[in-house]
């Protein structure tokens, strides 16, 4: 099982739910069978580490970032990856607009996976304030605790 979480940098959000849900599925034993990565849609920041703003909010809820590179989406991950999970709806359709059309049914919105936040999108930390990081945090460790549930119940 192959999943890829996917925003526009890969340096805050993608990278952040990569930790995040590695993390969870290392602590309930599913570290082996579930591979996980991350990338961006863009490549302005392709070969870096995490924001250190993202790094900083992630490592005080124990989690490392710091050894994290950024890349960027590529053809062969939509063949690779079983999971290949947007932070918005950007992200979404240009993943869609590069996807060959009979595997664009792995690409889905991650936040359709938490259970306790209705918004659909991870919103864009980059630009905002620092409170922002620690806002996206609480909503991807609400999806990743959904997602692994999802791959419980299917696999
Ligand atoms: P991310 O955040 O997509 O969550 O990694 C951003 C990172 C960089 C830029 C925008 C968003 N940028 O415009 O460089």
């Given at each position: 099982?192959?999943?890829?979480?996917?925003?526009l940098g890969n340096i805050?959000?993608?990278?952040?739910?990569?930790?995040?849900?590695?993390?969870?599925?290392?602590?309930?034993?599913?570290?082996?069978?579930?591979?996980?990565?991350?990338?961006g849609?863009h490549a302005y920041h392709i070969g870096q580490?995490p924001d250190?703003?993202?790094?900083?909010?992630?490592?005080?809820?124990?989690?490392?970032?710091?050894?994290?590179r950024g890349r960027q989406?590529?053809?062969?991950?939509?063949?690779?990856?079983?999971?290949?999970?947007?932070?918005?709806?950007?992200?979404?359709?240009?993943?869609?607009?590069?996807?060959?059309?009979?595997?664009?049914?792995?690409?889905?919105?991650?936040?359709?996976?938490?259970?306790?936040?209705?918004?659909?999108?991870?919103?864009?930390?980059?630009?905002?304030?620092?409170?922002?990081?620690?806002?996206?945090?609480?909503?991807?460790?609400?999806?990743?605790?959904?997602?692994?549930?999802?791959?419980?119940?299917?696999?």
């Open positions: 099982m192959k999943v890829l979480f996917v925003c805050c959000r993608s990278p952040t739910a990569e930790g995040v849900f590695r993390k969870l599925v290392e602590s309930e034993n599913l570290g082996g069978p579930i591979f996980v990565d991350s990338a849609t580490p250190p703003r993202a790094q900083a909010a992630a490592a005080r809820r124990g989690i490392d970032l710091s050894g994290l989406a590529t053809l062969e991950d939509f063949h690779e990856f079983d999971y290949v999970l947007a932070m918005d709806r950007e992200n979404y359709e240009y993943l869609r607009s590069i996807c060959p059309h009979a595997l664009t049914y792995k690409i889905r919105l991650f936040m359709e996976f938490a259970p306790d936040y209705p918004n659909d999108e991870v919103p864009d930390p980059y630009f905002g304030g620092i409170n922002g990081f620690d806002r996206v945090l609480d909503m991807i460790e609400d999806a990743a605790g959904g997602l692994v549930a999802e791959i419980r119940r299917r696999y």
